[in-house]
């Protein structure tokens, strides 16, 4: 079935670095856009930004430029979430989620079941 | 992008109607997309374009856009559907940049 399957919970301390992973299958990995969604505790959902799929050509939302780098391995179907210099403000549950867009409707249809970063010192 | 707006907090009777609204300028162009999300569960899609709903959402959600507002309807709420409710939409810049309502509890009486 079509599934994305992140890696499992972090603890990094701040200044740190962070990876995150999301594997896709069940589908063919460069039909669909993969997006980046943030929740903080207790906070609703942010949206980071999206990576296309058949070009690599991440776009990030307003506050997730510089730290955060989205990047993909085509060959195992993999989108991944890099967080540099990591602050304890970090901590979050992050999604990755497959979109289908066109010119008026975007939907994201599949999501990652989440990776806990948690940053303390 | 620009801004979504949503009401932070809904109740509705058992068996009634309740309607989540969410309101931006993106959406005079874009169809919003909704989205369900439970405590400590990924967000799930429940409506998106026009009117659509995928495969084993019930047919009690709907939704419906005017202008610069989108509404997801649940008729006959169940108490299942308490949650938390996001709407989600697209600029048209070109850049296709997204944003988040910031999300509506409904609470099932």
């Known amino acids: 079935q079509v599934q994305l399957v992140q890696s499992g919970s972090e603890l990094k301390k701040p200044g740190a670095s962070v990876k995150v992973s999301c594997k896709a299958s069940?589908?063919?990995?460069?039909?669909?856009?993969m997006n980046w969604v943030r929740q903080a505790p207790g906070q609703g959902l942010e949206w980071m930004g999206w990576i296309n799929t058949n070009t690599g050509n991440p776009t990030y939302a307003q506050g997730f430029t510089g730290r955060f780098v989205f990047s993909l391995d085509t060959s195992v179907s993999t989108a991944y979430l890099q967080i540099s210099s990591l602050e304890a403000e970090d901590s979050a549950v992050y999604y990755c989620a497959r979109e289908y867009y066109d010119s008026s409707d975007s939907r994201l249809d599949v999501w990652g079941q989440g990776t806990l970063v948690i940053v303390f010192s | 992008s620009s801004e979504l707006t949503q009401g932070p907090a809904v109740s509705v009777a058992l068996g009634q109607t309740v309607r989540i609204t969410c309101q931006g300028d993106s959406l005079r162009s874009y169809y919003a997309s909704w989205y369900q999300q439970k405590p400590g569960q990924a967000p799930v899609l429940v409506i998106y374009g026009k009117n659509n709903r995928p495969s084993g959402i019930p047919d009690r959600f709907s939704g419906s856009s005017s202008g610069n507002t989108a509404s997801l309807t649940i008729t006959g709420a169940q108490a299942e559907d308490e949650a938390d409710y996001y709407c989600?939409?697209?600029?048209?810049?070109?850049?296709?940049?997204?944003?988040f309502g910031g999300g509506t509890k409904l609470t099932v009486l």
């Open positions: 989600n939409s697209r600029d048209t810049s070109g850049n296709h940049l997204g944003v």
């Open positions: 069940g589908y063919t990995f460069t039909s669909y856009a």
